[in-house]
C-alpha cells in the first residue's frame, strides 16, 4: 500500500497544480475586472476628438498622440473603426457616438441597433476599451423632430447590449444642450423645460435603472456671454472669490464659487423635481475658446487657459458639487484638437487644447495633479522682455520686479552669474522669469503691462541659468540624488490619488508561483 501512495505522489501532485492554476486563473481575470471598475469609478478628465481638421491625424499617430499626452479617456462623435482598432491593446476608454442622421434608422429596427453594436462595439471590446455609448448630441434641442426616437433607439441599442453581454461594461445615454434645464440659478429652482418632460421622464427612468449617467454638455462660457454683469468672469473662471461675492442659493444657502457645479446641481435639482436621486451627472463637454471674433472679447488664451486648467483641478480635487459634495462628476473637455473646418464665428474652431499639427494652443497650468496631459510644458516655459520697448520702461518693470514684486534678484547683482551682458533688457529678462516662477505660472503673471511675453526657449546663457531652466532643476536633482538612492516609495506609477499602482493580478501571478514551487517541493 505504502508503494501505491508514492507511486500516486506526482498524479496528486499534478492535480493540485492544475487546481490551483485554474483557480489563480479566475482571481486574475476577476482582478483585472475589479481593477477596470475601480479606474472606472474615479472621477477623470477626458477630452472630445472632433475631425473638423486639416490634415487630421492617422488613427495611428492620434493613438500615439493621446498616450504620450497620458489621456486616458476621449469621446468621438462617431464610431471611427480606424480609430477603434488602433486603441486596441491600449488603457484608453472611450465613448462612441452614433451621429443623430443615424436615429432614424435605428430607433426604427431592432435589427439595425443589433447589427451597429455587432459592427461598432462587439468586433472591438474587450481589445478597445469602450465604456459608453452617446446616442446622438442634443437631439431634444437641436433637432426635436427626432425626440420622439431618442429613447426608442437607446433602448434598442441597450437590447444588443444584452444580448452581447456587454451592458454591465458599456453604458448607454445621449448627450443634453444645458438649455433643456429653465431657472439653472438658483440650483434648486431649476427645473426641467416642461415641454421636453414626456421625454426626458423615461429617459431618465431608463439611466436609473441601467445604472447608466445623465450626460450633460455645460458651458460656463456661455453663461457668461448671455449674462454679463450678473454673472462674475471670476466665477466662470473658477478662480478664488471673497465670499462676498460667491453665489448663494437663497433656499439651501448653499454657496456656489464655480458656475460648472452650479449647472451641475442644477440638473440634479431637476431630476429630483422627477423624482429621480441616484442618476449620476457625466459632463460630457466644457471648455472655453482660446479665439472669438470682436463681439467675443472674453474668448482668450489667457480665459481658455484658466478655465480648463482650473477645471482639470476641480476634478482631480474630488470635492464634488456643493449639494453632492459625496461625488465628483467626470469631465470631458471640448476640445482635443482646434477644428479649423469649422464655419463662422472664429470661436467655433477655436476651443482645442492643441492645433491639428499637435503643438500647444496655449500651455496649461495643472502640474501636480497626477500624470493627465503631459502637454503642461509650464515646467519649461520662461518670461522674457519683449523686443523693440524702450529702456525706460523697461527699468521701470525691472524695479517692479525686483522691489515690490519680491523676485529674486541677486544673479544679475555685479559679479554674478547673470550681471553680463549688462543691459536693461538682458536684466529685465531675468526678473521677469524670476517673478513668473515665484507666481507659478498662473496666468497674468508674464504681462509686466504688456512688455513681457512667454516663451519656451530657454533664454539661460553659459553660466547664467534661469530661474525656470531645466538646468537649474537637473542640478538641485543632482544634488539629492545620494540621498535618494532608495527610489520611489512603491512600485508603479503614482495616482492623482497619490496611490501606488501595483497591479493586484501582477501580485496573484507571483502568489501562482510561490504556490507551485511550494507543491513541487512536497
Same mark, same amino acid.
Given at each position: ?50 475631425? &473638423? ?6 488613427? *495611428? ?47 426604427? @429596427? ?40 431618442? =429613447?426608442?433607439?437607446?433602448?434598442? =441599442? ?33 427645473? $426641467? ?36 454683469? !450678473? ?21 439651501? =444657502?448653499?454657496?456656489? *464659487?464655480? !458656475?460648472?457645479?452650479?449647472?451641475? &446641481? ?17 459632463? *460630457? ?12 472679447? /472674453? ?46 464665428? !472664429? ?34 516655459? /520662461?518670461?522674457?522682455?519683449? #523686443? ?8 521701470? +518693470? ?8 519680491? +523676485?529674486?534678484?541677486? &544673479? ?29 505660472? %498662473?496666468?497674468?503673471?508674464?504681462? $509686466? ?34 540621498? #535618494?538612492? @532608495? ?9 492623482? *490619488?497619490?496611490?501606488?499602482? %501595483? ?7 507571483? =502568489?501562482?508561483?510561490?504556490?507551485? $514551487? ?5
Amino acid at each position: 500500500m505504502a508503494d501505491s501512495k508514492l507511486d500516486n505522489r506526482p498524479t496528486t501532485r499534478m492535480s493540485l497544480l492544475l487546481l490551483v492554476l485554474f483557480t489563480v486563473l479566475i482571481a486574475v481575470e476577476a482582478a483585472l475586472v475589479a481593477e477596470l471598475k475601480e479606474d472606472d469609478d474615479q472621477p477623470f478628465v477626458g477630452v472630445n476628438i472632433g475631425s &473638423d481638421v486639416s490634415n487630421f491625424l492617422s488613427p *495611428t499617430d492620434l493613438v500615439s498622440f493621446l498616450q504620450l499626452q497620458k489621456i486616458t479617456h476621449i469621446r468621438l462623435y462617431d464610431a471611427n473603426t480606424d480609430i477603434l482598432r488602433a486603441l486596441a491593446r491600449t488603457k484608453i476608454r472611450v465613448i462612441v457616438g452614433i451621429p443623430n442622421n443615424q436615429l432614424l434608422a435605428i430607433g426604427s @429596427s431592432n435589427a439595425t441597433a443589433a447589427a451597429w453594436v455587432g459592427r461598432n462595439v462587439a468586433a472591438f471590446y474587450p481589445e478597445t476599451l469602450i465604456t459608453g455609448i452617446a446616442v446622438g448630441d442634443e437631439v431634444l434641442t437641436t433637432v426635436p423632430s427626432s425626440a420622439p426616437l431618442l =429613447l426608442p433607439s437607446i433602448q434598442s =441599442l441597450y437590447s444588443a447590449l444584452v444580448a452581447s453581454n456587454l451592458h454591465a461594461q458599456i453604458k448607454i445615454s445621449t448627450p443634453h444642450a444645458a438649455s433643456i434645464i429653465l431657472d439653472p440659478f438658483p440650483p434648486s429652482q431649476a427645473f $426641467f423645460n416642461q415641454s421636453l418632460v414626456p421625454f426626458i421622464l423615461p429617459l431618465i427612468q431608463f439611466l436609473s435603472k441601467t445604472g447608466s449617467p445623465l450626460m450633460m454638455n455645460l458651458y460656463p462660457y456661455y453663461v457668461f456671454m448671455q449674462n454679463k454683469g !450678473v454673472v462674475p468672469l471670476d466665477n466662470s473662471l473658477f478662480k478664488p472669490l471673497t465670499p462676498s461675492k460667491e453665489m448663494v442659493d437663497p433656499n439651501t =444657502l448653499l454657496h456656489y *464659487t464655480s !458656475v460648472l457645479d452650479a449647472m451641475i &446641481d442644477a440638473a440634479y435639482f431637476s431630476m429630483k423635481n422627477l423624482n429621480i436621486t441616484d442618476v449620476v451627472v457625466l459632463v *460630457t463637454e466644457s471648455g472655453w475658446p482660446s479665439k472669438g471674433d470682436s463681439n467675443e472679447p /472674453y474668448a482668450t488664451i489667457d480665459n481658455a487657459d484658466t478655465y480648463n486648467s482650473n477645471l482639470i483641478k476641480h476634478v482631480f480635487d474630488r470635492s464634488g458639487t456643493p449639494f453632492h459634495p459625496e461625488f465628483t462628476s467626470s469631465v470631458y473637455i471640448y476640445e482635443l484638437f482646434n477644428e479649423d473646418l469649422r464655419s463662422p464665428p !472664429v470661436s467655433e474652431g477655436s476651443w482645442g487644447l492643441f492645433y491639428g499639427n499637435t503643438t500647444p494652443a496655449y500651455l496649461l497650468h495643472v502640474s501636480g495633479i497626477g500624470t493627465f496631459l503631459a502637454n503642461d510644458t509650464t515646467n519649461q516655459t /520662461y518670461c522674457v522682455a519683449m #523686443d523693440g520697448v524702450d529702456t525706460k520702461t523697461l527699468q521701470a +518693470a525691472l524695479d517692479w520686479a525686483c522691489g515690490p514684486g519680491e +523676485a529674486n534678484c541677486s &544673479d544679475i547683482q555685479p559679479g554674478e552669474n547673470c550681471y553680463q551682458p549688462n543691459n536693461v533688457k538682458s536684466h529685465a529678462s531675468y526678473a521677469f522669469d524670476s517673478y513668473y516662477q515665484k507666481e507659478g505660472k %498662473v496666468a497674468g503673471s508674464c504681462d $509686466f503691462k504688456g512688455i513681457a511675453t512667454i516663451t519656451t526657449t530657454d533664454p539661460s546663457h553659459g553660466n547664467c541659468i534661469f530661474p525656470g531652466s531645466k538646468k537649474r532643476s537637473k542640478k538641485t536633482k543632482a544634488a539629492r540624488s545620494e540621498a #535618494d538612492t @532608495s527610489g520611489a516609495a512603491a512600485v508603479g506609477t503614482v495616482r492623482a *490619488t497619490g496611490r501606488p499602482e %501595483v497591479s493586484r493580478a501582477y501580485l496573484l501571478v507571483l =502568489l501562482l508561483a510561490s504556490i507551485t $514551487f511550494a507543491i513541487y517541493e512536497l
